[in-house]
């Protein structure tokens, strides 16, 4: 970048997105940035700057190619200020001096380590980091600190789920969990969702999350629990936190539709042997690992069947298009989404679905496909 300094200043007074010289700026680059600083706005309890920041990094990724010149983005919606201040340092010095601030910053190092820690979220790292406490290895250290047990499995499983799960891995997780539902109830219905469902090309999560449903209304009711008890008898399960169902379609409309749903669901961490992975292939050995088995988290949600649609579309994510999609439908069509159901104000009444193809459909919009949804 450094020599073609010059060239890039004009480039970005007089860009009319034709750039004399290319700056190779991969979005990824941006959209990894704009998410740090996302995080560190979450940290600090902006929420406003912090969606601002997502907002901004989901334009992006729905860019078609890299952004190369300020220009480029000059007439995109939802970058604000302070994120094409970003941007600019970047696209002149190669590098954001105020990333690299917030990168460098003590309290949120400290803040991400804790959060990368299941069962931690930013109140109790922010608790540790008040105490002085700096490293996972402090917190495990110190006498008077109180782990719950979501955390720690949290630490003692750390290695390992913080370590991606792999498209191999998942698809291994997708069979051992239908074959044991199928085993349970042979006509139930698993289906796979979160980012290994909505990404194209996105070889890696940091979960697998699962749907399962019946496809008679009410033979789903007891069903998750013997497959979390058949799970156990397998020798696979190393971590079950379960939730039973909260669902009450009664209260839906007079209440503020909220992020975390009321399905009855289970976060699990599941004991994933090498084996079963090699059966499906694509297994990636690390040598330096070969005791043969490693940990993975897992998602799986319960529904009725008449609720399924909706959980899925609410489950496939991403986050940033489920804020859209509801802001449409509460903006746009005067209705209410959420995970439960699609409610239509004006009409006072309850719009069923049986696909996801029906909700988009009563939201007047064309269908869009998984893969398109990870902006
Ligand atoms: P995640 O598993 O957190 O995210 P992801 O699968 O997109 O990405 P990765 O796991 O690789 O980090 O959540 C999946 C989707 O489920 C997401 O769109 C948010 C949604 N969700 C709910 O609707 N309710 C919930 O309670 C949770 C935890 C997630
Ligand atoms: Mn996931
Ligand atoms: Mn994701
Ligand atoms: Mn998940």
Known sequence: VGGHFPAICVCLHVCTCVCAIEIILENNLNTDVLEELAENSEFNESKGPCLAFRRAASVLKSLPSAVHCLGAIQGLPCLGEHTKAVMEEILIFG??????????????????????????????AEKWYRRGLRSLKEILAEPNIQLNRMQRAGFLYYRDISKAVSKAEAKALRSIIEETAHWIAPDSILALTGGFRSHRGKEYGHDVDFLLTMPEMGKEEGLLLRVIDRLRDQGILLYCEHQGSTVDMSKLPSRRFEA??????????????????????GLQKDPGESRGWR???????ATPVDRYAFALLGW???????????????KERGMCLDNHALYDKTKKLFLPATSEEDIFAHLGLEYVEPWQRNA
Not at 103 to 110: C, F, K, T
Not at 318 to 327: I, M
């Open 260 to 281: 975390m749903d009321h399905f009855e669901k289970c976060f699990l961490i599941l004991r994933l042997e090498e084996g079963q992975m090699e059966r499906d292939g």
């Open 316 to 330: 496939t994510g991403s986050r940033q298009f489920e804020r859209d999609l509801r802001r449409f439908a509460r």
């Open 95 to 124: 590098r954001s001096f105020k990333v690299e601030e917030v990168q460098s910053d003590e309290r949120y190092q400290a803040l991400k380590l804790f959060t990368s820690v299941f069962g931690v979220g930013p109140k109790t």
């Open 295 to 301: 940990a993975v988290r897992v998602d799986l949600v």
